[in-house]
């Protein structure tokens, strides 16, 4: 690590400032320092990033795929080393670091599985009808093409799925789009040490210099400069609020605004029935605090707001969950920015009316950290300060709202905000009654689970990782799955293009073999154009 810039192929260190990661388990900060990137470092990535996007875009599916299996090999290849460094960064015990690593190769290969079968880019056709009354139909050709150099912000709480070489960059560039990524400043040797194997794959699969750069920062200034630059095409962000927000509006400012794809954060509230909870109180509550404790709370679905039916099932389940977080001691958070806002976070509880703090678990004397907390309050006090519950209090918090029953959960329900995530805990003779929660939870939530926490999400074709803002800035659209790389396609027709000139997803013959929608019918043949 030389705590440099990572452009293409070069390194820079121009910047005069410069930023240390912290240890938060120590407190202690780490070396070497990291250099601010300049704007002239910003403006070098990008421009190399730009002049690398024709390659890009005319490199095949099989093409993209040896680049991401490229560059799994040399994360693999350098696997000690980053875990380390991870663990130093972020406190995290070595089988979440051996999770995170197994999952963050695991992307880059499904996505390499996905740029190669092609079928993505979503090829429409339907053929010309020359002799139709009162009009001849055209015939029109329709696909996705790489957007081009897109912008992809680290996540703090995962400095491998989601950062440098996780879900965001390993889909553009399947998708065929050159990135400029920022790592997080919470892991900035992680970063490095990523980014450094992201670009042997680079040169090794034969991808020129400008399909990958990184730069570091600590500061506003690199994340607005990114987002301005003329030649960003779209962005990716996975952070707080505030955040995405701000970058969001930068994009929209631009004389030519750019998408940017924010996920921002959830409360993911839970609806338990009577039922659930009549069958097994004890155990309901050790689910739910090792959902709430997985990470230190510092997942973005983490279960904070627990709606629950009065009655003595509630006061077991209550006296185990606070008997949980009793013994519990804390951990270490990422950054004395979260463990701050978390301690606001709770404090804010503190002052609603109604609100009772049942308990807390005890703290080490680490200089960054957070113990569970658990409170309650009624359903009536809780509509009453509903605001003050909208906002995530990222960490290991639990609100447990007691309910008179299970028929008010529906309209309770509809009172949220977009949301990532969102459950319904039943027995199985309450899943006939619980269809209209279902779709009132649907209604705000991008994934519904059915017994189950959101927390662990399985990376595949159809989940979503979404939802409605604020949750995200694009409700359409996932950030984690395969779905995640129709982010980085943009949508051309071609009309009465004669076959020569068509991009081979849309050829008569099919030389791709790609499903595609041909005249109403999906179908991997050709096309008949005689019509």
């Known amino acids: 690590m030389t ?69 799994a090999a040399e994360m693999e290849a350098d696997a000690g080393a980053i875990k380390e460094r991870v663990g130093l960064e972020t406190g995290y015990p070595g089988a979440r670091l051996d999770g995170e690593f197994a999952r963050t190769l695991m992307q880059l290969r499904t996505f390499g599985q996905v740029a190669a079968e092609g079928s993505w880019v979503g090829a429409r056709i339907d053929t010309a009808i020359p002799d139709r009354q009162p009009l001849a139909k055209p015939d029109l050709r329709r696909m996705s093409v790489p957007v081009g150099p897109v912008v992809i912000f680290g996540a703090s709480n995962f400095p491998l799925a989601i950062s440098v070489a996780g879900g965001d960059p390993a889909s553009a560039l399947a998708a065929g789009c050159p990135i400029v990524t920022k790592g997080h400043p919470s892991h900035p040797g992680s970063s490095e040490l990523v980014a450094r194997a992201v670009r042997r794959g680079v040169e090794a699969a034969g991808f020129p210099a400008g399909t990958f750069s990184m730069l570091q920062g600590a500061g506003e200034d690199t994340g607005r400069l990114l987002v301005e630059h003329p030649e960003t095409r779209a962005v990716a962000f996975t952070g707080s609020l505030r955040g995405g927000r701000a970058l969001f509006d930068i994009a929209a400012r631009r004389p030519v605004p750019v998408p940017v794809y924010a996920e921002m954060g959830s409360v993911n509230p839970q609806f338990v029935l009577p039922g659930k909870l009549d069958a097994g109180p004890a155990a309901f509550a050790d689910g739910l605090f090792a959902s709430v404790t997985m990470g230190n709370g510092q997942f973005c679905t983490c279960p904070s707001i627990v709606f629950v039916p009065r009655g003595a099932a509630l006061e077991e389940m209550a006296a185990r969950y606070l008997e949980l977080v009793a013994g519990s001691r804390g951990a270490p958070l990422l950054n004395r920015g979260i463990a701050s806002a978390f301690r606001s976070g709770i404090d804010g509880w503190r002052e609603v009316a109604g609100l009772e703090l049942l308990g807390e678990g005890s703290l080490d004397a680490a200089e960054v950290g957070a113990a569970p907390v658990v409170a309650k309050i009624s359903l009536e006090d809780f509509e009453r300060s509903r605001g003050v519950f909208a906002e995530e209090v ?56 059915v017994n189950g926490f959101p927390t662990g999400i399985e990376v595949c074709d159809s989940v979503h990782h979404g939802g409605p803002y604020p949750a995200t800035t694009d409700a359409q659209h996932t950030s984690i799955g395969t779905a995640g790389i129709a982010r980085w396609g943009r949508p051309v027709s071609y009309q009465n293009t004669p076959d020569a000139l068509l991009p081979d997803a849309l050829k008569d013959a099919n030389p791709l073999g790609l499903m595609r929608l041909v005249d109403g019918e999906w179908t991997r043949g050709g096309v008949d154009s005689g019509g």
Do not use: K, W
Request: proline residues 5%.
């Open 3 to 71: 705590g440099s810039q990572l452009i293409g192929d070069s390194e820079s260190a121009a910047g005069a400032e410069t930023f240390r990661a912290l240890n938060p388990v120590t407190g202690e900060a780490l070396d070497p320092p990291f250099h601010e990137a300049t704007a002239a470092e910003v403006d070098a990535a990008l421009r190399l990033a730009a002049e690398a996007a024709g390659f890009l875009r005319a490199s095949t599916g099989p093409q993209r795929q040896a680049l991401l299996e490229a560059i």
């Open 394 to 449: 990222f960490g290991p918090s639990t609100l447990l709202v007691v309910c008179p029953d299970a028929g008010c959960y529906a309209d309770a329900a509809r009172g949220f905000d977009g949301q990532l995530g969102a459950s319904v805990h039943c027995a199985e003779g309450e899943l006939a009654g619980a269809a209209g929660l279902m779709e009132a939870l649907a209604g705000f939530s991008g994934r519904v689970c």
